[in-house]
């Protein structure tokens, strides 16, 4: 063979090479990892060598099929243009930035970029984190908005783009704070200028909360189409840690929304989940329970697409619970099937990497750097489904034995179903309870760090509630004392 035509026969096979491992959101064997903010460094300070690398440093196998960089963290800053902190990898104080505007230079990330999307992986930019400043005034903000991303991280044109000439595939959405009212007018003109632009594909993911509808996102799901939703099965009562009740655990409730609810029938649920015990307050399992309860999700519902770990740095350092993660829930190179539970092998310890950079974060409690503690979330969001419209009869829902006759209501109410029957009947409907702010009802939501009067005690939420009685079996609420 002539070595012109040795030459064209290896260029197919990198073709083919490259089309087999390309990213598929059709998949149920997808893992997605959090990359950005230094979550492992933030809990251990003094482990340099174990830091956060940089992007292109988890792109070398292909455990990880999507990344979104975490956060675009400030929505609206100097001259108009949004910010970004990736921790000790790029940030405002150490990259400098654009003339007139509060982005930092992370051109240097171009190429890492690049290399991580030529090995199949997607690589979208992540919007919100714990603190994020995310709010539009007006369905016509947030459709500039939309432009604003497109230029600076999509396939747009501008002189002040972060990663450079590097086109990311997409945007997530992990808003854990503000008003998200018009964000649907965001995502429709990403969605608008993707299909005026042609050729490349672009995806739209979110990270609600496990709580079904989730406080900030709920809304925004039901209006825009989503590809991939990455549930956060921890730092709440619905997390991984209480899989195993019935009462707490909701997959179900986010494939019926997938199903019946969510504007593309097609959309993936993922099972979120922190990748060490360290990134987050609650919900870390071992690689074999999370690999075994993803197969068993994966054999339920068909709407499961994979799991989502936070974050990079965390998974590396735990022995690569991405790779034991990937390794136990993937399946042949057929596409999206089916298999029965199995056990992943796990290893204590720490592994050792080699690290850059000198900037460390602070946790999610007080920045957008990590998600290591449980996020406090307003009680006034549109999330308290018995009282919706004020047409719920607690004693109709407490006694139905089937569906719910209320076809006004969007909801899904088997969950709050099963939270009512953990209260004996009695407490049920006369709990005598005022919260701090002195009203006089207690059958409402509550999440991590509210605080109620119960029997003459102060109580503090740990994680989401609805209706459980402080003191009672879930041990949801943390007993202050006398008050």
């Given at each position: 063979?002539?070595?012109?035509?040795?030459?064209?026969?290896?260029?197919?096979?990198?073709?083919?090479?490259?089309?087999?491992?390309?990213?598929?959101?059709?998949?149920?064997?997808?893992?997605?990892?959090?990359?950005?903010?230094?979550?492992?460094?933030?809990?251990?300070?003094?482990?340099?060598?174990?830091?956060?690398?940089?992007?292109?440093?988890?792109?070398?196998?292909?455990?990880?099929?999507?990344?979104?960089?975490?956060?675009?963290?400030?929505?609206?800053?100097?001259?108009?243009?949004?910010?970004?902190?990736?921790?000790?990898?790029?940030?405002?104080?150490?990259?400098?930035?654009?003339?007139?505007?509060?982005?930092?230079?992370?051109?240097?990330?171009?190429?890492?970029?690049?290399?991580?999307?030529?090995?199949?992986?997607?690589?979208?930019?992540?919007?919100?984190?714990?603190?994020?400043?995310?709010?539009?005034?007006?369905?016509?903000?947030?459709?500039?908005?939309?432009?604003?991303?497109?230029?600076?991280?999509?396939?747009?044109?501008?002189?002040?783009?972060?990663?450079?000439?590097?086109?990311?595939?997409?945007?997530?959405?992990?808003?854990?704070?503000?008003?998200?009212?018009?964000?649907?007018?965001?995502?429709?003109?990403?969605?608008?200028?993707?299909?005026?632009?042609?050729?490349?594909?672009?995806?739209?993911?979110?990270?609600?909360?496990?709580?079904?509808?989730?406080?900030?996102?709920?809304?925004?799901l039901n209006l825009a189409s989503f590809d991939a939703v990455y549930v956060q099965f921890y730092n709440n009562w619905c997390g991984l840690q209480n899989y195993d009740n019935i009462w707490a655990w909701d997959f179900s409730s986010w494939d019926n929304w997938a199903k019946t609810l969510s504007v593309n029938p097609n959309v993936k649920i993922y099972i979120g989940a922190p990748a060490s015990s360290t990134a987050a307050g609650s919900g870390y399992v071992d690689a074999t329970t999370l690999a075994n309860i993803a197969l068993q999700q994966r054999a339920n519902y068909s709407s499961f697409g994979g799991v989502m770990l936070w974050d990079a740095s965390q998974a590396y350092a735990n022995n690569r619970y991405d790779a034991q993660i990937k390794n136990a829930i993937r399946i042949g190179s057929g596409g999206a099937t089916s298999s029965s539970p199995t056990t992943a092998a796990t290893t204590g310890g720490t592994s050792s990497t080699s690290s850059t950079g000198a900037t460390t974060t602070t946790t999610k409690a007080t920045s957008t750097t990590t998600k290591a503690s449980t996020t406090t979330k307003s009680t006034t969001t549109s999330t308290s489904v018995l009282h919706h419209e004020g047409n719920l009869d607690h004693e109709s829902i407490l006694d139905h034995e089937g569906g719910f006759d209320h076809p006004e209501d969007d909801y899904d109410f088997s969950h709050v179903y099963v939270y009512e029957q953990r209260l004996p009947r009695s407490q049920r409907m006369e709990l005598n309870h005022h919260d701090s702010q002195g009203t006089n009802e207690f059958d409402s939501q509550y999440v991590g760090g509210n605080r109620v009067t119960y029997n003459g005690h102060l109580w503090t939420a740990k994680w989401w509630t609805y209706n459980d009685v402080p003191g009672g079996p879930a041990g949801v609420w943390a007993d202050n004392g006398p008050c």
């Open positions: 063979m002539s070595p012109l035509r040795l030459a064209s026969a290896l260029s197919a096979l990198c073709l083919i090479a490259l089309q087999v491992a390309a990213y598929d959101n059709s998949r149920s064997d997808n893992l997605a990892v959090y990359w950005g903010q230094n979550s492992y460094g933030a809990t251990h300070t003094n482990d340099v060598a174990n830091w956060q690398q940089s992007i292109g440093y988890y792109c070398q196998d292909d455990s990880i099929d999507a990344i979104p960089i975490a956060f675009l963290n400030i929505f609206q800053s100097t001259g108009g243009y949004p910010s970004i902190n990736l921790a000790n990898t790029c940030n405002t104080d150490d990259n400098g930035v654009f003339p007139g505007t509060s982005l930092p230079n992370c051109t240097f990330l171009a190429s890492d970029i690049e290399f991580c999307q030529s090995r199949g992986k997607i690589v979208t930019i992540s919007l919100g984190g714990a603190t994020g400043s995310a709010t539009f005034s007006s369905a016509d903000q947030a459709t500039a908005f939309g432009d604003t991303i497109w230029n600076l991280f999509l396939g747009g044109s501008s002189s002040l783009r972060p990663f450079g000439g590097a086109v990311l595939d997409g945007v997530d959405l992990d808003i854990e704070g503000g008003n998200t009212q018009y964000f649907d007018s965001f995502l429709a003109r990403i969605r608008q200028l993707a299909a005026a632009a042609g050729g490349k594909q672009y995806y739209v993911t979110g990270a609600p909360q496990c709580p079904y509808p989730d406080g900030y996102l709920g809304t925004v």
